[in-house]
């Protein structure tokens, strides 16, 4: 019998599954090239003007209910990177087996 070194995730970190090659891309927080399959995506929708000058700036507006334009960005993180801002949380063994999404919190 051949002794098999313990897997700690059963996709060793990475979402490839067979494609051999990834390209990489820059983390956001600290510019390191992280193959794209293992970085933490985060897609963030926001409004261009902040809450406090959105008011100032409806009731200026010549337009009447004129709907501002959003920004739209899709960030990567690298592992190190997103635990150390709290974006993803290390779980114990057991909850690292868990593979449904975690609950979100939408206003």
Known sequence: RVATMTVKRRCHGRNKKGRGHVNRVRCVSTG?????????????????????????????????????????????YSIEAAIHQRIVRVRSRELRRSREPPQRNRP
Do not use: M, T
Not at 54 to 68: A, F, K, P, T, V
């Open 32 to 76: 390191k090239a992280i193959p794209k399959d293992k970085a933490i995506k985060r897609f963030i929708v926001r409004n261009i003007v902040e809450a406090s000058a959105l008011r100032d700036i409806r009731e200026s507006s010549c337009i009447e209910g004129y709907q501002l334009p959003k920004i739209y960005i899709k960030q990567f």
